[in-house]
């Protein structure tokens, strides 16, 4: 069975561990590969090449960072197909959805390249007679990034195009289950001109990742996946004194006024619920429906999803793809035979299972209460549920309630109706008849509420806030003229 590698010091390393974990080919169900789980004195190793790495990298000047990371978003440019092959064969999304995930992924790249420009620091000349303070951007030194299975190439990059050029060193600890893309980046990265130890890559699962908060020489945790593992490495790295951003899980409501044009509502609708197999921290997972926009709305997503072509990746034609492993397949199908008798089950995604790979067709569910884990749960599958509510209040209090705070989206033609619902939105990002309003790579991203534990979002100007500490100088030229003993507390003159 082939062994996916670490990547340290600037160099595949076959991992020593005994213990296996396997990489499935989520399309026909097969073993493709598998990888050793990081050891901590594995782990040990990588952060000492980064904490090696970090002094001649730190002094490397800003405009030769940027132009490594210029060269990278070459690279990656050049490799997208490869890329999207490399991580659609192990996650089991389609190309073209895979092609997407490279290019927001690239966006992060480019943004990276003018953060010579945003780690300018600020200047005050004569705060007090003769003296001068300025503010500075520092790097943190070795940081550390733990990604999901959903985004094998995008998560990653959202994190160490910005730590890199800002001056730090990276350990990536990629998903188990789709670990193979981040060595391809690893080998961008190293082609771009980046020096050895600056990324590194450790596979495997908790093991590694408790090394790492365990780590003194790491200095800060980004984390993506879902909410209870967002929590506990949120309050374990924070506990051990570093700096954290742990973004979680979601449950996105996409509310339909009854005056939404209903065909671009129901196409945004199965657009963004089925796209991936709904594994997208930005799917949306709940459709509310507001008044008498309800019938016409369900019939016309119904009538769209009935057409979706599942199928592999391998199949052109395929709009959607399996779910990630066997195990979550079924949770998820788990959560269909609960709805035989809580909701209304409008298209029944069981039938399309199929006896190879990890496939289930989509489903819509209508009329879900409120009160039943398919509400409640993040599902994380090809399953959309209808909510009906008589007004906008209603729709905005189910939103507001709900514990997750990512993403949510209005449809309506009432410019008045969408601002306030902007307005009053407790949640991180808003569409207004957009449905994943994932922001530019130029904004950051980012939840409220159990969507995000900790207070810097993540990649664009946050990211940048999030890999630097600021220094601030206070400096005077002595004069010996003017120059005399006071005990008093400094006070500007
Ligand atoms: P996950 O939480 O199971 O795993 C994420 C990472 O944490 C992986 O690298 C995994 O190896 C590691 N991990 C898992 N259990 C751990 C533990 N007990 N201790 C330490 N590390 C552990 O998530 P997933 O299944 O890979 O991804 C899906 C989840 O990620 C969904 O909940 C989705 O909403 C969320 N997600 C959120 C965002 C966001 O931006 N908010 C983006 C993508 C995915």
Known sequence: MRLIPHWIAGAAVPGAATRRLPVWDPATGEQQAELAPATAAEVRTAVRAAADAYPGWRATGLSRRAEVMFRFRELVDANRKEIAA??????????????????????????????????????????????????????????????????????????????????????????????????????????????????????????????????????????????PVARAIYEAGTRAGKRVQALGGAKNHMVVLPDADVASAADAAVSAGYGSAGERCMAVSVVVAVGAVADPLVEAIAERVHKIRVGAASDPDAEMGPLISREHRDRVAGYLDAADTTARV???????????????????????????????????????????????????????????GNGTAIFTRDGGAARRFQYDAVCGMVGVNVPIPVPVAYYSFGGWKASLFGDLHMYGPDGIQFYTRTKVVTSRW????????????????
């Open 86 to 227: 490399a991580l659609s064969a192990e996650h089991g999304k389609t190309i073209p959805d895979a092609l997407g995930e490279v290019a927001r992924g690239l966006e992060n790249a480019e943004f990276a390249t003018g953060a010579p420009y945003l780690l300018r620091g600020g200047y005050s000349e004569q705060a007090s007679s003769g003296v001068d303070v300025y503010s500075i951007r520092q790097p943190l030194g070795v940081v550390a990034g733990i990604t999901p299975f959903n985004f094998p190439a995008m998560v990653p990059m959202w994190m160490f195009c910005n730590a890199l050029v800002c001056g730090n060193t990276f350990v990536l600890k990629p998903s188990e289950k789709d670990p193979s893309v981040s060595l391809l980046l690893a080998d961008l990265l190293r082609r771009a001109g980046l020096p050895d130890g600056v990324f590194n890559v450790v596979q495997g699962d908790k093991e590694a990742v408790d090394a790492l908060i365990a780590d003194p020489d790491v200095q800060a945790l980004s984390f993506v996946g879902s909410t």
């Open 346 to 404: 409008v298209v029944d995604g069981r039938a399309a299972t199929g006896d190879t790979g990890f496939f289930l067709g989509p489903s819509l569910l209508d009329r879900v209460p409120v009160d039943s884990p398919l509400y409640t749960d993040e599902i994380f599958g090809p399953v959309l549920s209808v909510v009906r509510v008589d007004t906008y209040e209603e729709a905005l209090k189910l939103v507001n309630d709900n514990p997750y």
């Open 478 to 493: 002595p004069d010996p003229a003017t120059s005399e003993v006071d005990l008093g507390f400094p006070k500007v003159r």
